[in-house]
């Protein structure tokens, strides 16, 4: 294709303006990245309020759509005029009691009893930590090591105490010179309240009017983007709100299952200590999938541990259990597949949003990922059936010989302009065609000379390269008709 053709092309002088642009704006955003993050950060703690309730909409939307979807799914079967007009306020004012009832729980239950196990650990750590020490120092004597090599376990526990006050200490006074002026403090309290107390509004008017804003927001797309486009952006939303939905709703459960698990096992069939401690460590790291329970079991065994070893044994064996019903059981059942990540991708995900975001990217990170995942999945499915290749040809190498040719056409014949390429076809036809007809004519009226002397036409004309060649054309033309049989 000739360079006027290119510059002729609308779509592809379009491309070439696109991929300008892009380059332009990506070199200028590598040189200004401090600006363009100062501005960044004022446009989020402008609409910070906003960004708070869309948080709390989304997670309070979870309970929503049980109510509205479930709980009362039977009064929509009726469908009833009154109780469509009062079903959004009815089923958005159970969503916060119930949302209420879940952190009063919290809070006059479980923080209790985390206070006085994490205050009974602390209290026991100095005397936890002897007693180890003691048990080891006594089992390396056992095998023959003397006091002088054994004295590097040795532990002066008064002088470390002393040196933890004098620290703790410090860190008081330091803390008390920070926190000297007083209109910071309110103004970060007031702040914190009145952003929490907008969140709040911004979360009600978003649950009573969540289809109006949503259309709305299709309207805007498909009146500024092209249709293409605009399809392609609203689906891809809508697969993010799916799967991120689906991840609160199924960690959150989760999360409630093997806090509840936990603290039955420990405190009506082990009798073991730190019961609530433990439950609320399980719970939180179980939000984690995969790593989590994992990450629990150690600090679980580690705080047991300072107890009593066996503790810790007897806890480690009850929690392989406990996990393989829930992974086999529960989970399967009540959860199903909400994430629809490899354990790879999860790996990934914890692994390089950690390093980026921290904790709270950890927990955005996996379901951001299972996007990313979703939407390669499909574009590789898509282009394997363009291409007609089957997943099982793709995973074998086997792709099949026509989609090698489509790629290599090289192969077929010269890459000339379709317009060449349909007058080379037409002329190959034109020439099969008159070969076809000199066959047929030289098969209906054979030479007479041939007839009366009775011998083979290539040896009657010693001459005869014309009739050689007809020859030829006539027997390569019977071996390509359909009926002929090689």
Not at 101 to 120: A, C, D, H, M, N
Not at 269 to 290: E, M
Not at 467 to 485: C, I, K, V, W, Y
Request: aromatic residues 12%; charged residues 20%.
């Amino acid at each position: 294709m000739k360079w006027q053709d290119w510059t002729g092309n609308p779509h592809i002088t379009k491309k070439i303006l696109f991929y300008i642009t892009y380059t332009v704006l990506l070199v200028f955003a590598v040189f200004n990245l401090p600006a363009i993050l100062g501005a960044v950060g004022y446009v989020v703690g402008a609409i910070y309020p906003f960004l708070i309730g869309v948080c709390f909409a989304f997670v309070v939307n979870v309970l929503l759509k049980f109510y509205e979807e479930r709980a009362f799914a039977f009064l929509n079967r009726k469908q009833f005029k009154w109780w469509k007009k009062i079903r959004r306020a009815v089923c958005v004012v159970l969503a916060f009691l119930t949302l209420a009832l879940i952190l009063t729980g919290i809070l006059v239950f479980v923080l209790p009893e985390l206070g006085s196990s994490l205050e009974r650990l602390v209290n026991n750590a100095p005397s936890y930590i002897a007693r180890l020490s003691k048990e080891i120092t006594d089992l390396l004597a056992r095998h023959g090591i003397t006091i002088d090599q054994n004295s590097l376990f040795a532990i002066d526990w008064t002088s470390l105490m002393e040196n933890w006050t004098s620290l703790l200490e410090k860190a008081t006074e330091l803390t008390n010179g920070l926190m000297d002026s007083v209109v910071v403090v309110t103004t970060s309290i007031a702040n914190g309240i009145f952003n929490t107390a907008m969140g709040f509004i911004f979360c009600v008017y978003m649950l009573f009017s969540k289809e109006k804003l949503l259309g709305g927001v299709k309207r805007v797309i498909y009146a500024f983007l092209p249709v293409r486009a605009a399809h392609r952006f609203i689906d891809v939303c809508a697969l993010s709100n799916r799967i991120f939905s689906n991840f609160v709703r199924g960690q959150l459960t989760e999360a409630c299952i093997w806090f509840a698990m936990i603290y039955v096992v420990l405190t009506f069939i082990l009798r073991l200590p730190y019961a609530v401690l433990i439950s609320t460590i399980v719970a939180l790291c179980s939000l984690l999938p995969i790593i989590g329970p994992y990450i629990s079991m150690f600090v679980a065994c580690f705080i047991l541990l300072l107890e009593n070893p066996w503790y810790a044994l007897t806890y480690l064996i009850a929690f392989l259990i406990l996990q393989q019903i829930e992974g086999n059981l529960i989970y399967p059942r009540v959860v199903g597949t909400s994430i629809g990540l490899p354990p790879i991708w999860v790996l990934l995900a914890i692994l390089s949003c950690n390093y980026v975001f921290g904790v709270g990217g950890m927990l955005l990170g996996i379901p951001l990922f299972s996007v990313i995942y979703t939407l390669l999945k499909r574009a590789t499915s898509r282009r394997l059936r363009q291409r007609h290749i089957t997943g099982a040809q793709a995973v074998h190498n086997s792709p099949p010989p026509t989609a090698m040719r489509k790629d290599n056409p090289a192969e077929d014949g010269p890459d000339d302009d379709g317009d060449e390429e349909m007058e080379d076809e037409s002329e190959d036809g034109d020439e099969e065609l008159d070969d076809e007809t000199d066959t047929e004519e030289a098969e209906e009226s054979p030479d007479p000379e041939d007839e009366d002397e009775g011998e083979p036409e290539h040896d009657t004309e010693p001459g005869g390269e014309e009739s050689s060649a007809d020859l030829l054309r006539t027997l390569f033309s019977e071996e390509d008709r359909p009926g002929h049989q090689r």
